[in-house]
T-cell receptor, first 115, second 117 residues
Framework: DTEVTQTPKHLVMGMTNKKSLKCEQH?????MYWYKQKAKKPPELMFV???????INESVPSRFSPECPNSSLLNLHLHALQPEDSALYLC??????????????FGAGTRLSVL | AQSVTQLGSHVSVSEGALVLLRCNYS??????LFWYVQYPNQGLQLLLK??????LVKGINGFEAEFKKSETSFHLTKPSAHMSDAAEYFC???????????????FGQGTILTVHP
């Protein structure tokens, strides 16, 4: 089973709202990732967690706040977003960050619209 | 730094025809390369991976790719296209060990495959 589950599938929020995206995997993977994908563009890496610790932050604005409560769960907390933050947010996981174990499996994504 | 370039943002084929999607990589060390497929309004699905074993890699749905070091290429092929193959395809490379980008997956710009009946 290579399933990564993301909720919700769709989210509409105002610029003053606070919301969270959730990602879950039960493959025993110890690396988890958040990507942002704008229309007709490839995914862009936002954050990487390795063994529940933040390893990479690709200079993402502080209105995006990641959290990894345990090895199976990854959250992305959203606050005071801008309309340009509207995108598909993808979560992925891999066994490890080492190249030989870094085969990333993706969830279906959360389609976010900021009004 | 590692990177990939996909040649052709759009490829159109007839059903039953050969599919060829091109990807060239840039890497100072042996790369780990991947092909992903994305259907409309969905996430990415792993098609196949090259991790320095066999140069001809077979994936799901009848796709395969050949790693050619001399050409720095990792092109994706399928002998006979099916309507269900219509999607966007991304080539990707994993950053090598060391540095802040360790483990980062870098994608090409994507190729949209259209299949005509």
């Amino acid at each position: 089973d290579t399933e990564v589950t993301q909720t919700p599938k769709h989210l509409v929020m105002g610029m003053t709202n606070k919301k969270s995206l959730k990602c879950e995997q039960h493959m025993g993977h110890r690396a988890m990732y958040w990507y942002k994908q704008k229309a007709k563009k490839p995914p862009e890496l936002m954050f990487v967690y390795s063994y529940e610790k933040l390893s990479i932050n690709e200079s993402v604005p502080s209105r995006f706040s990641p959290e990894c409560p345990n090895s199976s769960l990854l959250n992305l907390h959203l606050h005071a977003l801008q309309p340009e933050d509207s995108a598909l947010y993808l979560c992925a996981s891999s066994q490890d960050r080492q190249r030989a174990k870094n085969i990333q499996y993706f969830g279906a994504g959360t389609r976010l619209s900021v009004l | 730094a590692q990177s990939v370039t996909q040649l052709g943002s759009h490829v159109s084929v007839s059903e039953g025809a050969l599919v060829l999607l091109r990807c060239n990589y840039s890497s100072s060390v042996p790369p780990y390369l991947f092909w992903y497929v994305q259907y409309p309004n969905q996430g990415l699905q792993l098609l196949l991976k090259y991790t320095s074993a066999a140069t001809l890699v077979k994936g799901i749905n009848g796709f395969e790719a050949e790693f050619k070091k001399s050409e720095t290429s990792f092109h994706l092929t399928k002998p006979s296209a099916h309507m269900s193959d219509a999607a966007e395809y991304f080539c990707a490379v994993i950053a090598t060990a060391g540095g802040t980008s360790y483990g980062k997956l870098t994608f090409g710009q994507g190729t949209i495959l259209t299949v005509h009946p």
